[in-house]
């Protein structure tokens, strides 16, 4: 395999396993407060149970997350030295205050999964409040490189070396602020629907208690939260993208002419040879208004540029498209809990609205991974935009081949462990 | 004072603490092959009990460590993540199957699925060190070569086995038993449980005189295969080295009197005095003979809001860690 295939697709295979754990990592905390703090509210163990609980699962998936974190740390110089070489130190800030929040984040999970015993339950429920903080904050530190490499700026170079850089401005671009609201609500889909699926599909097999109800209220009260405001934060972003990165907006769109009143395509699939974008449904000068608020304003197309500097359109095209198409299940399940709760003064108990939660779950992770593919993917040919090739970034050490089939084997054996441990906390 | 210099000092004590805290729990790991990796449940309980609550922050030492070379020491970064290709890989390998071995076994199911899981953790908590030493022992040994463009000159694949790096990796593997080891001693000393503190306390002795005698065979093999660093200890670092000795011999001796908060005492500087005094006798160079602080820093601007950054963190982090040690750490822990 050509190494710098073989580097992105390990890049790609760690960072899209980290994320979902992420996540978790961020969603938890928030769900194992709530539960928490229910129960000094209203004394009713069965919520304490439930966080007990819960804190273990928090405790598996954060061990995972923490280890396939630090992958991520290493594989950034294992696998693209130039690229760190040249631009580390611009990102060096956001990774530094990443690295204090996760190391707060590791203290407080200590003192909050071992000291159940040794606290006041009012301090232990204060204990679980730096680890929610500071997973915010990761997310917060970790996207804002992300966003960099999007929208570089706030460094000199000379040749292709670093004179002089401004970290708050590199950390305060562009893309920083649209992506990282994206991310948060998204962790919050993941994780509330994640939490919501698990729980329905024991309902759905007859098991039933108070506890089961209180745990999926909870998980579908956070999911149902962030739907609707990310398709708020997806409309933001993807007109950051139209200004600040308009090859990628046109690939995700599938947009291979600059034209006025361009239309809004649903669906379609993109042939870069014909340049045209095939079966797709268009609403005429859609996207125009979408991006920019007027029918007739031009979109650039693909065509700005030559082939060289274009991504794989297909690949990011569809992954808009599923994560769109997911978004918007998402918020039907919304509208559905909403108009229930309206009418019935409940939530939503039916087995079709229990169905639905079982897959909304695994979907809203699929959504997450599409989203990073759309960013990531959508980015290419670039390491960093307009600054540094990808394929000038990847090491020339041989056998990343080797390394790429190591790490499916461990992943592999990762995800084999972490479902085993779970499967085997749920049935305690 | 110059912020490289202040960073530097930073990421050097980063690397101190990663050694005597996460090489600690690397160091329990290793324990495990004494029993063949059936160690009683007791004693395997002492263990999880004593690495449960700390080891996710103890690890992070080294995500600091990491991002401080490639924010502060760019040039050095990529010459190290170049060049160490195969044993970086090998000691993360390590570190993934130690973090996820640990906490599989704590939430397995069977017996079977236990005993796997603490092999895991076993084989992995002896791999990361053993690897890790061998990095350093490799950047030590000043025979990492770079061509202008900063590709690795050596060899990817062997390039990094050098004498010093394959003392160092087996050093990296003894310094983790012996601190666990006197570590564990005292952790098994306040549970009151007078017969696993003895053992112990033989395996924290017996590991402190083996790595007595390594470190002399160390020095010998600094003076005649890498002379800068021999050069650097002689010139600098020496008080260093002469407070390790001193240090690990009051540990011993505190070991055989059952002073065994002395004795950890005496442990951690012993091997803190050393990790110091490889970064004081490697200054300037960095990843010599050709990378120094000079050549490899960051802009200025970077390393001052590194420094803050750092600033903050102790700000946040020193009251956070204590609050931490003295909960499962403090004179009484608690019976299970």
Redesign the interface.
Same mark, same amino acid.
């Given at each position: 395999m050509e190494p710098l295939l073989a580097a992105r697709l390990q890049m790609a295979l760690t960072l899209g396993f980290h994320i979902v754990f992420a996540c978790f990592g961020m969603g938890l905390p928030i769900l194992l407060l709530v539960a928490e703090g229910r129960y000094l509210k209203t004394g009713d163990a069965e919520w304490r149970t439930l966080a007990r609980r819960w804190s273990?699962a928090f405790?598996?998936l954060?061990?995972?997350g923490?280890?396939?974190?630090?992958?991520l740390?290493?594989e950034?110089?294992?696998l693209w030295?130039?690229f760190?070489?040249?631009?580390?130190?611009?990102?060096?800030?956001p990774?530094?205050? !990443?690295? *204090?929040a996760?190391?707060?984040e590791?203290?407080?999970?200590?003192?909050y999964?071992?000291?159940w015993?040794?606290?006041s339950p009012r301090a232990h429920w204060l204990s679980g409040f730096?680890i929610a903080i500071a997973g915010l904050a990761s997310a917060v530190f970790v996207v804002t490189a992300n966003a960099w490499m999007n929208c570089p700026r706030g460094f000199t170079l000379q040749g292709d070396k670093?004179?002089?850089? !401004?970290? *708050?401005k590199a950390m305060l671009n562009p893309a920083s602020a649209p992506q990282v609201v994206h991310m948060i609500l998204a962790a919050g889909l993941v994780c509330g629907f994640g939490v919501a699926s698990v729980y329905a599909a024991a309902r759905l097999l007859g098991k039933d208690s108070p506890r089961m109800r209180h745990a999926m209220t909870l998980g579908l009260v956070m999911g149902v939260i962030c739907a609707p405001l990310q398709a708020v934060s997806g409309d933001w972003a993807a007109r950051m993208v139209a200004q600040t990165q308009p090859v990628k907006f046109a690939a995700l769109e599938g947009q291979f002419k600059t034209e006025a009143r361009a239309p809004l395509r649903i669906g379609g699939i993109p042939d870069p040879e014909s340049e045209t974008t095939r079966y797709a449904i268009e609403i005429p000068g859609g996207l125009s208004w979408l991006a920019f608020g007027d029918a007739d304003h031009v979109v650039k197309g693909l065509d700005q540029v030559p082939k060289s500097d274009r991504p794989p359109v297909p690949i990011v095209h569809l992954a808009f498209q599923a994560m769109i198409g997911i978004g918007l299940f998402l918020l039907a399940i919304a509208a559905w809990t909403g108009v229930s709760l309206a009418w019935r003064r409940r939530l939503p108990q039916s087995r079709p609205f229990l169905w639905t939660v079982v897959v909304a779950g695994p979907l809203a992770a699929i959504g997450l991974e599409a989203g990073w593919v759309v960013t990531e993917v959508g980015r290419q040919p670039w390491i960093a935009q307009g600054w540094m090739r990808t394929r000038d970034a990847v090491?020339?050490?041989?056998?990343i081949g080797w390394?790429l089939a190591?790490a499916v084997a461990?992943y592999a054996i990762?995800t084999a462990?972490?479902i085993?441990?779970l499967r085997?906390?749920a049935?305690k | 004072m110059e912020p490289d210099l202040i960073l530097l000092g930073v990421m050097l004590i980063g690397l101190t603490l990663y050694s005597l805290l996460g090489g600690a729990d690397f160091g329990a790991g290793v324990w495990e092959f004494n029993t063949a990796l059936r160690a009683p449940e007791k004693e395997q309980a002492l263990i999880y009990r004593a690495i449960?609550?700390?080891?996710?922050?103890n690890?992070?030492w080294?995500?600091?460590v990491?991002?401080?070379l490639?924010?502060?020491f760019?040039?050095a970064?990529?010459?190290?993540?170049?060049a160490l290709?195969v044993p970086?890989?090998l000691a993360?390998?390590g570190?993934?199957?130690r973090?996820?071995g640990?906490?599989?076994r704590?939430?397995?199911?069977g017996i079977s699925?236990k005993y796997m899981?603490g092999a895991v953790f076993a084989f992995a908590s002896t791999g990361a060190p053993f690897f890790l030493g061998a990095s350093l022992g490799a950047i030590l040994s000043g025979e990492l070569e770079f061509t202008d463009d900063?590709?690795?000159a050596g060899d990817?694949?062997t390039g990094w086995i050098s004498s010093m790096s394959v003392f160092s990796a087996f050093f990296g593997v003894g310094v983790c038993a012996f601190l666990a080891a006197v570590y564990l001693t005292r952790e098994a000393h306040l549970a009151g449980d007078g017969a696993l503190c003895k053992k112990w306390r033989t395996r924290a002795m017996a590991s402190g005189l083996w790595m007595g005698v390594l470190a002399i065979v160390g020095l010998g093999l600094m003076a005649a295969e890498v002379p800068y660093l021999w050069e650097g200890f002689k010139t600098r670092a020496w008080p260093l080295i002469g407070g390790s000795v001193a240090a690990g011999c009051f540990s011993l001796w505190a070991l055989r009197r059952g002073r065994f908060t002395g004795a950890t005492v005496g442990a951690a500087l012993a091997v803190a005095s050393v990790v110091l005094g490889g970064g004081v006798a490697l200054y300037p160079a960095l990843v010599p003979p050709a990378i120094t602080v000079e050549s490899a820093r960051?802009?200025r601007?970077?390393l001052w809001?590194?420094v803050a950054?750092?600033v903050?963190?102790v700000a946040?982090?020193t009251p956070?860690?204590i609050?931490?040690l003295r909960?499962?750490k403090g004179k009484k822990p608690?019976a299970a």
């Amino acid at each position: 395999m050509e190494p710098l295939l073989a580097a992105r697709l390990q890049m790609a295979l760690t960072l899209g396993f980290h994320i979902v754990f992420a996540c978790f990592g961020m969603g938890l905390p928030i769900l194992l407060l709530v539960a928490e703090g229910r129960y000094l509210k209203t004394g009713d163990a069965e919520w304490r149970t439930l966080a007990r609980r819960w804190s273990s699962a928090f405790a598996v998936l954060f061990a995972v997350g923490a280890v396939s974190g630090t992958v991520l740390s290493f594989e950034m110089g294992l696998l693209w030295p130039r690229f760190m070489g040249t631009y580390g130190p611009v990102l060096g800030l956001p990774f530094t205050l !990443e690295a *204090i929040a996760f190391f707060v984040e590791a203290i407080f999970a200590g003192i909050y999964l071992y000291g159940w015993d040794r606290m006041s339950p009012r301090a232990h429920w204060l204990s679980g409040f730096p680890i929610a903080i500071a997973g915010l904050a990761s997310a917060v530190f970790v996207v804002t490189a992300n966003a960099w490499m999007n929208c570089p700026r706030g460094f000199t170079l000379q040749g292709d070396k670093l004179i002089a850089a !401004e970290p *708050i401005k590199a950390m305060l671009n562009p893309a920083s602020a649209p992506q990282v609201v994206h991310m948060i609500l998204a962790a919050g889909l993941v994780c509330g629907f994640g939490v919501a699926s698990v729980y329905a599909a024991a309902r759905l097999l007859g098991k039933d208690s108070p506890r089961m109800r209180h745990a999926m209220t909870l998980g579908l009260v956070m999911g149902v939260i962030c739907a609707p405001l990310q398709a708020v934060s997806g409309d933001w972003a993807a007109r950051m993208v139209a200004q600040t990165q308009p090859v990628k907006f046109a690939a995700l769109e599938g947009q291979f002419k600059t034209e006025a009143r361009a239309p809004l395509r649903i669906g379609g699939i993109p042939d870069p040879e014909s340049e045209t974008t095939r079966y797709a449904i268009e609403i005429p000068g859609g996207l125009s208004w979408l991006a920019f608020g007027d029918a007739d304003h031009v979109v650039k197309g693909l065509d700005q540029v030559p082939k060289s500097d274009r991504p794989p359109v297909p690949i990011v095209h569809l992954a808009f498209q599923a994560m769109i198409g997911i978004g918007l299940f998402l918020l039907a399940i919304a509208a559905w809990t909403g108009v229930s709760l309206a009418w019935r003064r409940r939530l939503p108990q039916s087995r079709p609205f229990l169905w639905t939660v079982v897959v909304a779950g695994p979907l809203a992770a699929i959504g997450l991974e599409a989203g990073w593919v759309v960013t990531e993917v959508g980015r290419q040919p670039w390491i960093a935009q307009g600054w540094m090739r990808t394929r000038d970034a990847v090491t020339n050490a041989p056998g990343i081949g080797w390394s790429l089939a190591a790490a499916v084997a461990i992943y592999a054996i990762l995800t084999a462990g972490t479902i085993v441990a779970l499967r085997h906390l749920a049935r305690k | 004072m110059e912020p490289d210099l202040i960073l530097l000092g930073v990421m050097l004590i980063g690397l101190t603490l990663y050694s005597l805290l996460g090489g600690a729990d690397f160091g329990a790991g290793v324990w495990e092959f004494n029993t063949a990796l059936r160690a009683p449940e007791k004693e395997q309980a002492l263990i999880y009990r004593a690495i449960g609550p700390v080891w996710e922050a103890n690890h992070v030492w080294l995500i600091f460590v990491v991002v401080g070379l490639f924010a502060g020491f760019p040039g050095a970064f990529s010459a190290i993540f170049r060049a160490l290709w195969v044993p970086l890989l090998l000691a993360l390998v390590g570190i993934v199957f130690r973090g996820v071995g640990f906490i599989f076994r704590t939430y397995a199911s069977g017996i079977s699925e236990k005993y796997m899981w603490g092999a895991v953790f076993a084989f992995a908590s002896t791999g990361a060190p053993f690897f890790l030493g061998a990095s350093l022992g490799a950047i030590l040994s000043g025979e990492l070569e770079f061509t202008d463009d900063g590709g690795f000159a050596g060899d990817y694949l062997t390039g990094w086995i050098s004498s010093m790096s394959v003392f160092s990796a087996f050093f990296g593997v003894g310094v983790c038993a012996f601190l666990a080891a006197v570590y564990l001693t005292r952790e098994a000393h306040l549970a009151g449980d007078g017969a696993l503190c003895k053992k112990w306390r033989t395996r924290a002795m017996a590991s402190g005189l083996w790595m007595g005698v390594l470190a002399i065979v160390g020095l010998g093999l600094m003076a005649a295969e890498v002379p800068y660093l021999w050069e650097g200890f002689k010139t600098r670092a020496w008080p260093l080295i002469g407070g390790s000795v001193a240090a690990g011999c009051f540990s011993l001796w505190a070991l055989r009197r059952g002073r065994f908060t002395g004795a950890t005492v005496g442990a951690a500087l012993a091997v803190a005095s050393v990790v110091l005094g490889g970064g004081v006798a490697l200054y300037p160079a960095l990843v010599p003979p050709a990378i120094t602080v000079e050549s490899a820093r960051a802009p200025r601007d970077v390393l001052w809001a590194l420094v803050a950054c750092v600033v903050l963190g102790v700000a946040i982090l020193t009251p956070s860690m204590i609050y931490l040690l003295r909960l499962f750490k403090g004179k009484k822990p608690a019976a299970a």
